[in-house]
C-alpha cells in the first residue's frame, strides 16, 4: 500500500503554500502602496523618489526621572 502523504508531499504542499502567501501578500501591500501614494500625491508635493522623510522624534533632553 501506497502512503499519500509521505514528508516529501508534505514539504512540497507547504512550500507551495508559503509561496503562494507571500506572493498574495506582496500583491496586497503593492495595491495599498499605491493607495497611500495616491491620497499624498494630491494633497502634498512628493519628493523624486515618493517618499517624505519626517523626523519623528528628536533628542531627548533634561531629567527623565
Known amino acids: 500500500m501506497k502512503v499519500i502523504l509521505s514528508e516529501r508531499n508534505i514539504v ?3 512550500f507551495v503554500l508559503v509561496l503562494l502567501t507571500f506572493t498574495v501578500a506582496q500583491e496586497q501591500t503593492r495595491e495599498m502602496e499605491n493607495r ?3 491620497s499624498r500625491q ?3 508635493a512628493v519628493s523624486v523618489t515618493g517618499r517624505i522623510t519626517v523626523q ?3 533628542p531627548i533632553t533634561g531629567n527623565l526621572q
Open 56 to 58: 519623528i522624534a528628536g
Open 36 to 38: 497611500y501614494s495616491g
Open 12 to 14: 512540497v504542499i507547504l
Open 42 to 44: 494630491q494633497g502634498q
